[in-house]
């Protein structure tokens, strides 16, 4: 895995696909701070909030370095591409993109209960200056499926196996996957101060041993009743080092 310095933004990153990196991390004399929205906002005027508040503070846009976004219904690949091009505009506005490289991390998951009716922002992380020794870092939501190939239904983990065994293999794709991103950037599930977990899959019989016994909830584990956002992958997740978080 390749991992570049943003230091337009404060952070390095995980290259990975157009719409968005793997994963990023704080430079040194930067933190990643947090910010989960009490109410989801429409997509647009979720991203002019971060913006209004990341100059508030007297940070350039190009701190923005991780969204969390929740959309309606999972897309197909097209409508996938299709979303993506019109998010990515915000972002090359803002001076984020190099070309087809995106720095900013980013999940967006399905809520399988009360959706919103367009895709809307449920949090943001963005860097400050600080004189913590110690880096902060996101790693960026995955599910079951490689990136950067041709389209995802072709390789998708036990493609539509939501039998126990076939979501205990789709798991422990996911979870490697983390271990590889966090592992890109210095970090393991020791480091971590939360971990999401996006399924509406019964979990509980691997919960123990490939979750739990990995160290994957050394901070608990937030299991949210959400789909992942394309159709027929079942299982995403997502982890962090943050320890400035806000709800606004």
């Known amino acids: 895995m390749d991992v570049v310095d943003f230091r337009a933004g404060g952070y390095r990153f995980i290259k990975g696909v157009f719409q968005y990196s793997a994963g990023v991390a704080s430079l040194t004399g930067f933190q990643i701070v947090r910010v989960r929205l ?11 909030f971060a913006e209004q508040t990341i100059k508030a503070i007297g940070r350039p846009p190009t701190a923005f370095c ?3 976004l929740r959309s309606p219904a999972p897309f197909t690949d097209e409508g996938f591409k299709a979303f993506n091009k019109v998010y990515v505009g915000t972002l090359d506005r803002w001076g984020l993109l190099d070309g087809d490289i995106n720095p900013v991390a980013r999940s967006n998951v399905c809520p399988a209960i009360d959706p919103p009716s367009e895709p809307s922002l449920y949090a943001f992380s963005y860097t400050v200056p600080t004189d913590t020794a110690g880096a902060s870092f996101v790693i960026a939501g995955g599910g079951e499926v490689p990136e950067g190939k041709d389209n995802y239904r072709d390789h998708i983990v036990q493609f539509r196996n939501i039998s126990p065994e076939g979501l205990r293999e789709k798991a422990r794709y996911v979870h490697e996957a983390m271990e590889a991103r966090m592992r890109a950037l210095g970090f393991g599930w020791q480091d971590t ?4 977990l996006y399924t509406v899959h019964d ?28 159709v027929d992958v079942e299982y995403e997740m997502d982890c962090r080092r943050i320890t400035a978080e806000v709800i606004r």
Do not use: K, M, N, Y
């Open 38 to 48: 009490q109410r989801l906002l429409p997509l647009a005027e979720g991203l002019q």
């Open 66 to 68: 991780a969204c969390e």
């Open 193 to 196: 101060t939360a971990t999401q």
């Open 203 to 230: 979990i509980h019989p691997f919960i123990r041993d490939e979750i739990v016994a990995r160290g994957a909830a050394r901070s608990g584990l937030t299991w949210q009743f959400c789909r992942p956002p394309i």
